[in-house]
């Protein structure tokens, strides 16, 4: 059987509430006492039940961490960043997938709630009104990761990259290599950062130059390899006239999109250039090499965490959006249009 606070409190000849004190440190006790105490505690290996402790001391050192797919190697760089900074703080971090799905998402803010989570870091997909509303009530504080609020700015902590300047820069980068045929490859509609501000940036790039783009050459689906193969299916199936360019929404949607034109004889970069989004490890195990927007996620957890723990210590009360840099890549999938 377990040893208990109370068999520590019995065999010290003390009050539970004395023994709670010396462990937490609530209130001052005589230097013998503390130390007769922590030798029980030794001696029978006693770890005390962090639930228990949080209800004494409001604190678990829980740091909640809500991500759309585990299986997505953005989200796993992300959680390495926020548990590096979390570890050393005195941390652990329980991550939950959502699925990107609201209903879930809702479930787990008050899921982590019931757990005493000292706070949460939550890399959601729409991040509306409702999820706003339900974060502002919660007891713990809540940062926003890799994703914006798609209400009001600045009303949650945010640490993200600028989706539409990064899509913007990619392709602004193919214009300047003598590309004017440039489609698009993106993640969901219905996502607001990922999907509606990155498309964003590819439409106000080719505005700016004076290039009208048909709704042929825009494709959006999920942030994986499958979606990147049928995207860059419609589009060859779709379009008498190829684009000698296209930008990818994430580099997995890149790698589905090159492998189908493999499948048809179509050669990237001589044929069509393509460029990611995000540069995760395996851009340069493909041949050509992916060129890419670099994002670098690790560092983008770790200033959450860190961000995230100025409020859990009051040391920070106001929200703001941080941006982290982001930049270009240059590899072997793209290159100049020959005029």
Known sequence: MAITIADIAREAGVSISTVSRVMNNTKPVSPELRERVYEIIEKNHFKPNALAQGLITKKTNIVGVVIPDISNPVFGALTKGINSVCTKK???????????????????????????TDGVLFAGVDINQVLVDA?????????????????????????????????????????????????????????????????KGYRMALEEAGITVPDSYIEQGEFSFQSGYEGMKRLYEENSILPTAVVAGSDLIAIGGIQFLNSVGVSVPDEIS?????????ATCLRPELSTVRIPYFAEGEKAAKELIKFMTGSKEKAATH?????????????????
């Open 274 to 282: 393509i460029i990611g989004f995000d540069d995760l490890d395996f």
């Open 323 to 339: 941006y982290v840099p982001h930049k270009i890549i240059r590899r072997g999938t793209t290159r100049a249009k020959s005029k």
């Open 135 to 199: 974060m502002l009530k919660k007891q713990y504080p809540v940062v926003l990761v890799t994703q914006e609020s798609a209400v009001e700015e600045n009303v949650i902590d945010t640490v993200t990259h600028d989706n539409v300047r990064a899509v913007y820069d990619a392709t602004k980068f193919l214009l300047d290599n003598g590309h004017e045929r440039i489609a698009y490859l993106g993640g969901p509609k219905h996502d607001f950062s990922s999907g509606k501000k990155r498309l």
């Open 90 to 116: 005195g941390y652990t971090i329980m991550v939950c997938e959502s699925g990107g799905e609201q209903e879930q998402e809702m479930k787990l803010l008050d899921v982590l709630e019931d757990k005493q």
